[in-house]
């Protein structure tokens, strides 16, 4: 990522411009762009880690959820013992997510439905005590106001146990535009961001939930970052 995007912050509504211009003017593959935001996190995972690890990916329905599915795919891939959990609807997937939800479901990756599971609280709450690392692939920049359940469930007991907690893009239950922390809100030891920082990133409270910050780049090209960096 050019060096501009890893310290100007650019609204929401940009980034979301960015995706689109990539895929409409730049002729890209929106499941290209998803494809490299997961690969790209789950290289770093596995690089910044010295062995292999548990992980529990917990999933929505959106393109964040996609994002989630791409990382579960390729920590598999290097080895890594993996769980996901869709808390979303399966019928209510993005046409991006529920491609790459096609193609995990047709793994190895042990995947559990929180809408099918008799008593999801528990079995969640004893993968995640059993993790190192847990990603936050739930609700994604689009989220406003206080996460509803099971997102809610899912974020209060991922904030009690002692694994390492990864955000994508932004930390469930905080707002990226903003930077307002609602309640619960998931309280990541890491957050990977695609593209550019977010403008809500630079308040005090959203700090305290976003721990360290990593800008990923997705492959759009930097001629068309730096027209939004430069607007």
Known sequence: MTSEARTVALPVQAIREIDRLAVEEFGMNSLVLMENAGNGVAFDLVNTHSSTCSATVLCGAGNNGGDG???ARHLDYY??????????????MSPDCRANWEVLRRSDVHINLWSQSSA??????????ASNVIVDAMLGTGQKGS?????????ELSNRVAAKRIAIDVPTGLDAETGEVWNPAFQADCTYTFVAFKTGFAT????????????????????LVRRFISA
């Open 204 to 223: 005090s409270t959203a700090r305290q939930h976003l721990g360290e910050v990593k800008v990923c780049s997705i492959g759009v090209p930097r001629k």
């Open 79 to 92: 080895g890594w013992n993996v769980k996901v959990w869709l808390l979303g609807l399966k019928d209510r």
């Open 120 to 129: 999801p609280t528990n079995l969640l709450m004893n993968e995640l005590s």
């Open 147 to 155: 996460p509803t359940e099971p997102f809610a469930t899912a974020i």
């Open 69 to 71: 599915f791409v990382i």
